[in-house]
Nanobody, 127 residues
Framework: QVHLVESGGGSVQAGGSLRLSCAAS????????VGWFRQAPGKEREGVAA?????????YYADSVKGRFTISHDIAKNTVYLQMDSLKPEDTAMYYC???????????????????WGQGTQVTISS
């Protein structure tokens, strides 16, 4: 059974940093398109960052987080990370990871209907 488990969320002040983790079990994240999404109360879910975990994988970022967030992965740990720096109150949301065994270049990474999702981790940024 496939599980994606997010962790690393919490409450920090604006300007601070957090690193989210998405650990996969029952599933290998290599050669996957993996994405981070977020949903704030009363708002639609939005894509934040995505990357292909195979050779030559590109990374993709929403304009709102470019230069502040970095997506990465560790194949040995079967884990995807989202480093979030210079956090703003508007980054407050539940953050989810998603995975699909496809090349990101073949899809619209923030609109694709990923098969596997985690349960989410809450990020709260205070001003």
């Amino acid at each position: 059974q496939v599980h994606l488990v997010e962790s690393g969320g919490g409450s920090v002040q604006a300007g601070g940093s957090l690193r989210l983790s998405c650990a996969a079990s029952g599933y290998t994240i290599s050669n996957n398109c993996v994405g981070w999404f977020r949903q704030a109360p009363g708002k639609e879910r939005e894509g934040v960052a995505a990357m292909y975990t195979g050779d030559g994988g590109a990374s993709y970022y929403a304009d709102s987080v470019k230069g502040r967030f970095t997506i990465s992965h560790d194949i040995a740990k079967n884990t995807v990370y989202l480093q979030m720096d210079s956090l703003k109150p508007e980054d407050t949301a539940m953050y989810y990871c998603a995975a699909e065994r496809i090349h990101c270049g073949m899809v619209l990474v923030f609109r694709y209907k990923y098969t596997y999702w985690g349960q989410g981790t809450q990020v709260t940024i205070s001003s």
